[in-house]
């Protein structure tokens, strides 16, 4: 199983950027999704997720202002994130196969059973 991010990257507050995670060697409809962030010093936290059913989550932080979606014929899932804060500056990496899976992103990754990680795409949000 491989997950690739891509679509990090530099903004100003206020901004918008659209995170990718292409996976290979699972079905992304098969299980539930998820985007998790990480700051220097602090622990990988739930940013949103997806059930099999299409069902989503969102951290408190990102609900209103981000959008977990996915496209299964391109086997690719996607967070677009608007009104972008430097608070949200972090490492944002891509999961499959959370467990339990709506409740992950408004959690710690480490209450989250996740089995396949993405090597993560930085974020960085200028005042």
């Known amino acids: 199983v491989q997950l690739v991010e891509s679509g990090g990257g530099s903004v100003q507050t206020g901004g918008s950027l659209r995170l990718s995670c292409k996976v290979s060697?699972?079905?992304?409809?098969?299980?539930?999704m998820g985007w998790f962030r990480q700051s220097p010093g602090k622990e990988r936290e739930g940013v949103a997720s997806i059930s099999k059913d299409a069902d989503t989550s969102y951290s408190y932080s990102a609900k209103g202002r981000f959008t977990i979606s996915r496209d299964e014929g391109q086997n690719t899932l996607f967070l677009q994130m608007n009104n972008l804060d430097p608070d949200d500056s972090a490492m944002y990496y891509c999961?499959?196969?959370?467990?339990?899976?709506?409740?992950?992103?408004?959690?710690?990754?480490?209450?989250?059973?996740?089995?396949?990680w993405g090597q993560g795409t930085q974020v960085t949000v200028s005042s």
């Open positions: 060697g699972y079905r992304i409809t098969s299980g539930c």
């Open positions: 999961a499959a196969g959370l467990r339990p899976c709506l409740s992950a992103a408004l959690q710690s990754a480490n209450h989250i059973n996740i089995p396949h």
